[in-house]
């Protein structure tokens, strides 16, 4: 039952979609895939977008806030987009700060602070 | 009007289960997308506090009314071991499984109404309200 999210390699960063609501397990097998895809392909940044997601509960916020520190342990930066106000206000109302994490609107404007982030 | 509806707690898919019978529930009634995303979220919480702490209970979600307002009931009951100091569960940052869940404050904030009664090792019982605005 567990899907498995696409991860694309876009020059030297990756790109993901997160399209669906996320159970625990499919949010557990992305961490695992989105550092080994980091592994092979040596990208310096990830973009990843929940545009589609309208919830975020404690759970799969600590997968993802893993997940930043994670990549950022294998010296790739991770730039969330899409947070939509639903969202940004039940994380907040939850006492869930996502701190020290780059965010943009939306995907455009995450890739380009991205590049930015890896020109600094 | 009193439509109920519940899922049984076993299994983390049921977690899944729950929030969306409780999205299902809080559309159905005519609540907005933020607070269809308040209610999604504090049922996920509680169910995974059960499937954590309880390892099986039940969610059950009523629409309910009193005059003209119109709400959301989510009762969360399990026999599990019961919650030992309730104050303490009430402050934020407080765990005992590691920080797998925001805890019970911020289902509270996320809510209208909230109330626990809790025996321990009899189990737990948390309902919680929200009214449509």
Known sequence: MISRIPILKL???????IQWELDDQTALAF?????????????????????????????????????ISMSGLMGAKVVITGIQPAVAITLIELGIRLENVVTALDLENGLEKLERELED | MNLRSSVDII???????????????AKDV???TVDQARITTAISELARNIYLYAE???IEIKQISEGNLKGLLVIASDKGPGIADVRKAMEDGYTTSGGLGAGLPGVKRLMD??????????????????WMR
Do not use: M
């Not at chain 1, 020059?11 to 979609?17: H, K, T």
């Not at chain 1, 895939?33 to 309208?54: C, F, N, Y």
């Not at chain 2, 299994?11 to 529930?25: F, H, K, T, Y």
């Open chain 1, 11 to 17: 020059r030297d960063c990756l790109i993901v979609s």
């Open chain 1, 31 to 67: 961490q695992e895939d989105l550092l080994a895809k980091l592994h092979t392909t040596a990208a310096r940044g990830v973009v990843l977008d929940l545009t589609p997601i309208d919830f975020i509960d404690s759970f799969i916020a600590k997968v993802l806030g893993d997940v």
């Open chain 2, 11 to 25: 299994s983390e898919w049921d977690i899944v289960a729950a929030r969306q019978l409780g999205r299902n529930e």
């Open chain 2, 30 to 32: 005519g609540f907005g």
């Open chain 2, 56 to 58: 099986k209970g039940n």
């Open chain 2, 113 to 130: 109404d909230f109330k626990i009664e809790t025996v321990v090792d009899e189990g737990t019982v948390i309902t919680a309200t929200k």
